[in-house]
């Protein structure tokens, strides 16, 4: 047996099926929060459709709205397990696998969008990105959004945190959350975003948090009398991949997949901007009482759960997003 013969066939065998894997053909399951009007939808179509040029056709995806492969942690997890290829979800039940998300939960951190841009865009990002790609084995491909959350209920317009006494108020499955709305004087309770709607249907929930595009999309102003702009978290919408998944690609398909991540990124966060601007007055036509309080009681009552979680963030990282604005 030539022993240098059998290794460069076997050199050859490996380039070989290289180079076929790098020509697969392939499509992703996608995992969206919202419908196929929002800018959830906005930005993962944007990335399936440059996916789908830079491959010349090889990779595509299929949009799975409204939540139809499971609630946001199941996701998530699913993705780290290998059952879901892609999801956007928001974080809001990251900090149950990695303790530094808990900082898109703490209130009014960051006060633009802008800010929030520079610090996820950097090496603060990239940071927390690794910490869930090692603790989850999900990928952070980009920093999509949400935006900022603000409150609706139905019992009373709140001109101030003292206006939340006695509301029954849902959170996101986050301690830092319930902390929050506890301290604002709310009874609050964490909830999967799958029941919430139910919830303040059945009055079971009179109150919950979201940005008003999806307070728009998932129809909140059937259920819900008040919109209140408190603006009091922002929240980041990460478009994601299995790690198990990515790692499969070639290099090639991985730089393409990154690639069309990075392209409409820009174009998903404009959507939900330009969504947040023209849907205030659009929630106001469908019957909804919109509030603008003054933001400093809001956040004076909060400082307490700041200075109460800032170790288990991270006192680094809490600082610097703080002062991203600035
Ligand atoms: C939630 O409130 O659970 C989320 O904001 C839902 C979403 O990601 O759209």
Redesign the pocket.
């Known amino acids: 047996l030539d022993f240098t013969k059998v290794m460069s066939a076997a050199v050859l065998a490996a380039t070989t099926a290289g180079a076929a894997m790098a020509q697969e053909s392939r499509t992703f399951e996608v995992s969206l929060?919202?419908g196929p009007e929002s800018h959830q939808a906005v930005g993962v179509h944007k990335f399936g459709e440059e996916l789908e040029r830079l491959s010349e056709g090889r990779l595509t995806i299929r949009p799975q709205y409204d939540n139809a492969l499971g609630a946001?942690r199941e996701v998530v997890e699913g993705m780290g397990f290998g059952l879901i290829d892609m999801g956007i979800?928001?974080t809001?039940p990251m900090g149950g696998f990695v303790n530094d998300f808990l900082l898109f939960d703490l209130p009014y951190i960051f006060t633009t969008p802008e800010a929030a841009y520079g610090f996820l865009d950097g090496e603060h990002g990239d940071a927390l990105a690794a910490k869930l790609e090692s603790e989850a084995g999900v990928k952070i491909l980009g920093w999509m959004e949400?935006g900022f959350r603000h409150n609706t209920n139905n019992v009373r317009p709140l001109n101030g945190p003292e206006d939340l006494a006695g509301i029954r108020h849902r959170t996101?499955e986050s301690r830092v959350q319930v902390d929050t709305w506890t301290a604002l004087g709310a009874n609050a309770s964490p909830m999967a975003?799958t029941e919430?709607f139910t919830a303040l249907q059945q009055g079971v929930m009179d109150s919950q948090e979201?940005p008003v595009p999806?307070i728009y999309d998932v129809k909140f102003y059937d259920v819900q009398r008040y919109l209140n702009l408190t603006k009091h978290v922002y929240?980041p919408?990460p478009l994601m991949m299995g790690a198990q998944l990515f790692n499969s690609l070639s290099p090639e398909d991985q730089a393409l997949v990154m690639e069309a991540a990075a392209i409409a990124v820009p174009v998903q966060r404009e959507a939900s901007q330009r969504m947040e601007q023209e849907l205030i007055d659009e929630l106001e036509r469908l019957g909804m009482t919109v509030t603008r309080p003054d933001l400093e009681p809001f956040r004076e009552r909060v400082q307490p759960v700041i200075e109460q979680w800032k170790d288990t963030v991270g006192a680094e990282l809490v600082e610097a997003a703080q002062a991203s604005g600035s």
């Open positions: 929060p919202l946001e979800t928001s809001g949400n996101q975003w919430v979201n999806t929240s919408a």
